[in-house]
């Protein structure tokens, strides 16, 4: 396992390298950059421009759209602020170079460091994507055993039937319904609107920050986990049939060994063994696809909408440094999945395989 492991660690380093660097080039080449972006603040703004004369009369030939009003020396000036006035290749070598170090730099839009950015919003995001994880693992797994074992009966004709509905409401959609029924939209003024947190957060106490923090977190995570747990539930019902079916199940029950005692004591580790080893793998979807729009809804300040605002306003700090990220948690938790699914069932070895 050792050696697998190390081998798994250092494939992380090509990946990392590869996904950089074919993203870095496309956000490059791709119209409408900070340059353009400031340029636009300047001719919609000329006092922007910093007293330089901005007057049609200094118009010069530029590669920026939009900039040929604008005197050469704020174009120069502009480049040189947000580091176009190198090639692009010497840019790419200094990115990784930086990368290297985990020194992501400032924000072109927000005065602050990329990775003070990341961590402010980081644990916002975590939080939701654990607790909703969490909780659909919590719903499906029983549920779905439940199901597998009431196979074919109203409780599993009409539980599928609910499970359907909850899955096909977006999760958006499914958080503008909340907002509307029960943060004061037209009806109950229950919940809080946005935020994780209050604003006096820091004055209550113990017990009333945990209440404060599960207030807020209410709707969202139920915007999440409603149209979460769907597959999942299936997926546990169908792993199970498949298990209940064959023939050590057969041999156990003939045996004499309890209903209760065969599902689980032989049963659940067998069925359940995808299920518990692509938790990671969940959580990581969860965290940074599932949420984008639930942030941005409940205006809450994780790392998806860090990173939609980010691309709107091609701040490409952030864009980078939050790619960095994810896609470095994505193959450590891809790593973590492979090793439980080694801890849950020793027969699986991957250093075996060619």
């Not at 996904?19 to 340059?35: C, E, K, S, Y």
């Not at 910093?50 to 704020?74: F, K, M, W």
């Not at 990341?118 to 797994?141: A, R």
């Not at 943060?183 to 919940?191: H, P, V």
């Amino acid at each position: 396992m050792l050696n697998y492991l190390i081998r798994r660690l250092l494939l992380i380093i090509p990946t990392l390298f590869v996904i950089l660097t074919l993203n870095f080039f496309i956000v490059q080449v791709a119209p409408g950059g900070p340059v353009d972006q400031a340029i636009a603040l300047i001719e919609h703004d000329p006092q922007a421009a910093g007293g330089h004369d901005a007057s049609p009369l200094n118009r010069q030939e530029s590669t920026y759209r939009g900039a040929r009003g604008l005197d050469p020396e704020i174009i120069q000036l502009i480049e040189k602020q947000y580091g176009f006035d190198k090639p692009i290749i010497e840019r790419y070598i200094e990115t990784l170079k930086h990368f290297l170090l985990f020194d992501f730099g400032n924000s072109f839009f927000k005065s602050e460091s990329v990775i003070g950015l990341i961590k402010k919003s980081l644990p916002v995001s975590i939080s939701l994507g654990l607790w909703s994880t969490l909780l659909i693992y919590l719903i499906s797994i029983p549920l779905g055993i439940r199901k597998a074992v009431k196979a074919g009966s109203r409780f599993d004709f009409w539980s599928s039937t609910l499970i359907i509905i909850g899955y096909a409401i977006p999760a958006f959609l499914l958080a503008v319904l909340l907002i509307v029924l029960f943060a004061g939209g037209s009806y109950w003024d229950l919940f809080p609107l946005r935020g994780l947190t209050s604003t006096n957060f820091d004055q209550l106490t113990i017990w009333g920050k945990v209440k404060d923090y599960a207030w807020h977190i209410c709707l969202p995570t139920i915007a999440m986990v409603v149209s979460g747990f769907a597959s999942l539930t299936m997926l546990t019902k169908n792993a199970f049939l498949d298990e209940i079916r064959k023939q050590y199940v057969v041999t156990a029950r003939a045996k004499g060994l309890s209903e209760r005692k065969t599902l689980y004591r032989h049963v659940f580790r067998n069925a359940t063994l995808l299920i518990i080893s692509g938790f990671p793998t969940a959580f990581v979807g969860i965290l940074f696809t599932g949420s984008l729009l639930i942030e941005i809804i409940f205006s809450l300040h994780g790392l998806g909408l860090l990173g939609y605002e980010a691309i709107i306003q091609r701040d490409y700090p952030i864009i980078f440094g939050s790619l960095y990220i994810f896609t470095l948690i994505g193959l450590i938790t891809k790593l973590l999945s492979d090793l439980l699914y080694m801890l849950i069932d020793p027969r699986i070895d991957f250093e075996a395989r060619n």
